[in-house]
């Protein structure tokens, strides 16, 4: 469409429709490649990479995702982030008109999980998330006596500290 537009003998208004047409594909290119970076399997850190010449790509050891590792990620995201086993086997069905064995795709997660594109969540088997969890430490609330214990607390005098169990 740029090549058509500086052609000679070309109306100025129809050397603009040409621009704009043009402008309008390279918009749609670029969201395109946005949107293929949503629904990428490749590692949160990197960022996109789908703008990338190929040759580039060739060398990237990080890139060498395939077609399903995408579409899981994409059925996790539609999820919301977070999705188990059967949601991810009837969203790749119903998205993809995918069919897969429940432990292929299990294994598939597993992988996935161990090569940092995917997550665990912590207390809930079977259930990936495509982002990271926050690490929330535990902080236990201060043990008090039990009033039922009839020993009460435990104290050693000096000599008793010496004596080794």
Do not use: C
């Not at 999820?79 to 294994?107: H, M, P, T, W």
Request: glycine fraction near 6%.
């Amino acid at each position: 469409f740029r090549r058509s537009s500086e052609r000679e003998g070309l109306s100025p208004d129809k050397g603009a429709d040409f621009r704009q047409q043009a402008d309008s594909l390279d918009a749609a290119a670029d969201e395109l490649v946005r949107l293929a970076g949503l629904t990428s399997a490749l590692p949160q850190d990197i960022g996109n990479v789908h703008d990338l010449p190929e040759d580039l790509l060739a060398e990237l050891s990080v890139v060498k995702t395939d077609d399903l590792e995408d579409q899981i990620v994409t059925v996790i995201n539609a999820y919301e982030g977070v999705a188990d086993i059967d949601r991810v086997l009837i969203g790749l069905y119903r998205k993809f008109s995918v069919k897969q064995k429940r432990r292929f795709i299990q294994n598939k997660l597993w992988r996935m999980k161990d090569n940092g594109i995917l997550w665990t969540v912590p207390g809930r088997k079977g259930v990936y998330s495509t982002s990271e969890p926050v690490d929330e430490v535990e902080h236990p609330e201060p043990q008090r006596p039990d009033p039922r214990d009839e020993f009460g607390p435990v104290h050693m005098d000096e000599e008793d500290a010496s004596i080794p169990f």
